[in-house]
């Protein structure tokens, strides 16, 4: 068997379904891009008829990539393998990503349907699909749960008919990986015709078991991984990038290769968590802060003594890089330009001007500018024509004072301000601006974190706000903490505030 085992990301399509992950096209497509410099062999782009907006930025990735397949999400309708074909239109290679729920649950509770008739569907819809493409992936939704035995002959019957390439995913993150991987080997013993297509594994990580799964079907011949970036995806997530690909350049004794540049994998890495708002776990394998930080003596004196003693791969193989590059206030514009190029953030004319003046405002508040900082910097939406902004703001709070703040905002040119108490400084400021803008709110999630170190370092907000029923999210960077909680607030208001 061939030991070539093909990389398909869906950041930009499970990973992006994520609420408040939502990127726009501009974003998607730097991260295209950057998946291409990365290696990737297939790019899932969308689903292109769930939105305008899913359409054109598989139009838009089309355009800007050349060497990945561009692959278009539908369900096995016809309406949607026409917006897909359509979507596709100028992408170099192209597949069509169709597919159907089959296992028992899925079939009587979503389809009201029967076995044979679901397997009809599934036939049709990948004929039509050939109709416009050569290569077009099936996709057995909530494999991990179907019946062996019937979902050999789904199998079967797609690939008779013409798939390429055939999805097991484990929609719900149930399997273990022993009966994963016997469930990829039932289908090698039982399919006929199973070396016309490539039996690919989607696996989700309700149970943290995504990248065992992924490897288990591996193991037992699947030879293409649908994975995302940091993991990201509905719920627990997705199986990771990178922990698939570390794994098997680590255990290179399985003989198993991919395409992946693995030093682009952490710029990759941040790029997506930036630009997604989406942090990454300090002890997230291979791309969190802690990955390769050794804290206890012991581990520390085996370190410098050797590194293999506590290292079982080289934290430049994923592309960290000790000696990256720090900015400061004295750094010029074609010196950001460059870095943020190498972080893969290509920026020029008003952007890079607006992100320069951002940069020289920062720092001024901190010293050195590290790669976290551009990246937040080079993300970051230009919020000139935000219809609410933050004016001012002024706070008060210390030991045995009742903290108070003042606000100033503005709302679509005109000027509002308010003053008000709280329990603490962000407290106090969001009061003030509760009296503003009068409309009832409650905080679900906040969080905030430190990018690096020091106390001068830039901190990251996480907001979720609700409002009349539904959530909103808000996001936020700035060296000034009570001055981010508010900004992060202010970006959720904004996301409804026209109404
Ligand atoms: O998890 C899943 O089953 C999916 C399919 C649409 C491929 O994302
Ligand atoms: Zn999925």
């Known amino acids: 068997m061939d030991n070539r085992v093909y990389i398909f990301d869906t950041t930009l399509r499970d990973g992006e379904q994520v609420p408040g992950c939502q990127l726009n096209t501009v974003e998607k497509i730097q991260v295209a891009k950057q998946l291409e410099a990365l290696g990737v062999d297939v790019i899932e782009a969308g689903f292109p008829v769930s939105s305008p907006g899913d359409f054109n930025s598989v139009v838009e990735i089309s355009k800007a990539v050349t060497w990945p397949t561009i692959c278009a999400l539908t369900r096995a309708v016809e309406k949607d393998i026409d917006a897909a074909a359509e979507a596709l239109k100028f992408a170099k290679h192209k597949r069509i990503h169709t597919g159907i729920g089959t296992s028992d649950s899925h079939i009587k509770y979503k389809f009201n349907s029967t076995r044979e008739e679901i397997i009809e569907r599934a036939v049709k819809a990948v004929k039509y699909a050939r109709r416009y493409v050569d290569d077009v992936e ?273 709302i679509a040119g005109e000027k509002f301000e308010a003053a008000a108490t709280g329990n603490g400084p962000v407290d106090a400021s969001i009061n003030a601006l509760k009296q503003i803008i009068k409309r009832h709110m409650t905080i679900k999630e906040f969080t905030i974190q430190s990018i690096n170190k020091g106390s001068d370092d830039t901190c990251k907000v996480h907001m979720q706000v609700e409002h009349e029923g539904r959530i909103y999210y808000g996001f936020s960077a700035n060296t000034d903490i009570v001055s981010a909680s508010v900004e992060a607030y202010i970006d959720c208001i904004n996301k409804f505030v026209r109404k």
């Open 138 to 410: 099936f996709y057995c939704e909530d494999a991990g749960r179907t019946d062996n035995d019937y979902l050999a002959r789904v199998v079967e019957a797609v690939i008779k008919a013409g798939a390429t390439v055939v999805n097991i995913p484990d929609t719900n993150g149930y399997c273990l990986p022993a009966d994963f991987g016997a469930k990829i080997k039932y289908l090698f013993d039982h399919v006929d015709g199973i070396d016309n297509a490539i039996i690919s594994t989607h696996c989700h990580n309700d149970l943290g078991m995504a990248t065992a799964n992924t490897m288990a079907g591996v193991l037992n011949g699947a030879r293409q991984i649908e994975v995302t970036i940091n993991g990201i995806g509905e719920r627990a997530g997705n199986t990771s990038l990178e922990e698939c690909a570390m794994i098997m350049k680590c255990h290179h004794d399985l003989g198993l290769v991919t395409n992946i540049n693995t030093q682009k994998i952490y710029p990759t890495s941040r790029m997506v968590s930036s630009l997604m708002n989406m942090p990454v776990q300090p002890n997230k394998a291979i791309v969190g802060r802690n990955a390769f930080a050794h804290s206890s003596g012991i581990h520390q004196d085996g370190v410098l003594k050797n590194k293999s003693t506590y290292e079982i791969m080289d934290p430049h193989d994923v592309g960290i890089d000790d000696n990256s590059i720090v900015l400061t206030a004295r750094s010029g514009r074609a010196a950001l330009k460059h870095r943020l190029a190498v972080l893969g953030v290509n920026l020029e004319g008003e952007r890079l001007d607006k992100t320069y003046e951002k940069f020289l405002e920062l720092a001024d508040k901190k010293k050195e500018i590290n790669d976290d900082d551009l990246l937040i910097l080079g993300g970051v939406d230009i919020k000139e024509n935000h219809h609410l902004k933050l004016d001012f703001l002024q706070v008060t709070s210390g030991v045995g004072v009742r903290p108070v703040a003042s606000v100033g905002v503005d």
